[in-house]
């Protein structure tokens, strides 16, 4: 004969992920005092969330999922109103600069990543923030900013192409029922690109560019207008390019985040930082069921239910895996492992500090540039000369590049 306890504890192996917790539950409120206590144990979780603006209620969502959905759907359409932006202010300059002035977004130096290290570097080195893309710079500290407090959330709640690439694997889900896995000893070597990528870019800025170096390159005529040389990259975007842009996101209808978990450099890098966050997802084991629903949430791949907290550097503080368990008070994010941080705080956290950032450059004038619009105006028309070219980080120089506008 098989006690309660007993049972209750076959069960919970033997049952498959899927079917865990419905099954659990019904067999624990049954029968003795022990199962009724055992019953209060397993209190359901609640997910909703309130978002409260001045101690009031302002939104409710039925779990992290649908709020982390908005703040990617906002941050989306702000990207795609800067693009717009930029679009217009690019077509004005390449007119002439009729009528009224456009102003160039600044925000759109949050594409230039690689100038934004470069800025980095010059900025430790020399202490100046650089006057060509100083919002590229502080757009890229407040993304660390993010990894240090929430760990790779940027990749999650706010990137755009983490979005679509979600976008797809979900279209991938809904259509053929299920994404696929790459195999494991494929998939750590795969995982290991986005390092080597990253990497090669560090020691590139890090180690083969001098203060002089840097400088060069950050004043050059190719960096002044590498925003729009990035726009008439993707307006005339070569059949290479469009066929690798394609085949990136065929594989990320079938395999999950495919570009986010292999190739990208920048998810590497805030997976680095992440490590230094004190916030992690945590399990608070005496009350876990070990039904193993977050492992099977985490688009991610990493076995929540094993971790007393989730170290992993792919973690992209998703929720995901909160979302899933089924078990209240079991499964969180908390702060140095023992203060929880609510769904609704962290996501403040993330969609906060970009802005304060931001208001910090304005206040200390490093938030817009120093190239002129006559300059815009007078090298739209030129763009294509080879001296706006660049050749593995090499660029043609101007005789008088230091002492135009912006030189420091
Ligand atoms: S562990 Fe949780 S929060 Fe981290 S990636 Fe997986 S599902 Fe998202
Ligand atoms: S932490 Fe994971 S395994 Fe444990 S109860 Fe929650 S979902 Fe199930």
Redesign the pocket.
Known sequence: MKTGNAMILERQEHTSPAESVDEKLPIVCEGSVRRSKRKKEIARANHELEVRLFGKPFLRFANAQSLRYLVQVGFLLLTLWIGFEFVQFVNWAEAGGPGEPIARPQGVEAFLPISALISLKYWILTGVVNNIHPAGLVIFLSIVGISLVV??AFC?WICPVGFVSESLALVGEKVFGRNLRVPRWLDYPMRSLKYLLLFFFLYTIFWGMNEVALKVFIYSPYNRVADIKMLKFFQGISPTALWTIFILAVLSIFVKHFWCRYLCPYGALLGLVGFLSPTK?TRNIPSCIDCEL?TK??????A?HK?KT?Q?D?????????D?CPVADT?Y?SVKKTRPLSPVRAAWAIVLILPLFMFLAKVTGNWYNAVSSQEYIHRVQEIHSPKYEHNRGQVPVEQDQFHQSGGD
């Open positions: 760990r790779k999650s997802v977050c949430a985490c688009p991610a791949q990493i929540v971790a989730v992993s792919e973690c992209t503080s998703c929720l995901s895996c909160v899933a499964l994010l």
